[in-house]
């Protein structure tokens, strides 16, 4: 099975941006509706933002208008790009397709400090 591979998650302030990456050999990005997820310490896994094929949007409602999910021009590769960061952002951050049918990555963890 082809991996999905996450990363760009650090140590931020509030306020602050990054921009997490997945990646994957071949073509199973391009062909599927990709999304991100993210699991806080204690608490479920949750649904953050997903893209469509054509690059349809939507996002979460905790996450609306902070976070921008894209599409890399090489097709094999999804960002989220995180603006004005807050702490309860603080989560392992997971990419996968929407809706999940797969086994979940390694993530890549994001921590907002006060």
């Known amino acids: 099975q082809v991996q999905l591979v996450e990363s760009g998650g650090g140590l931020v302030q509030a306020g602050g941006s990054l921009r997490l990456s997945c990646s994957a050999s071949?073509?199973?990005?391009?062909?599927?509706?990709m999304g991100w997820y993210r699991q806080a310490p204690g608490k479920e896994r949750e649904w953050v933002a997903r893209?469509?094929?054509?690059?349809?949007?939507n996002y979460a409602d905790s996450v609306k208008g902070r976070f921008t999910i894209s599409r890399g021009n090489a097709k094999n590769t999804v960002y989220l790009q995180m603006t004005s960061l807050r702490p309860e952002d603080t989560a392992v951050y997971y990419c996968?397709?929407?809706?999940?049918?797969?086994?979940w990555g390694q993530g890549t963890q994001v921590t907002v400090s006060s």
């Open positions: 996968n397709f929407w809706p999940v049918n797969r086994g």
């Open positions: 071949g073509s199973i990005i391009s062909i599927n509706v």
């Open positions: 893209i469509t094929q054509s690059g349809v949007t």
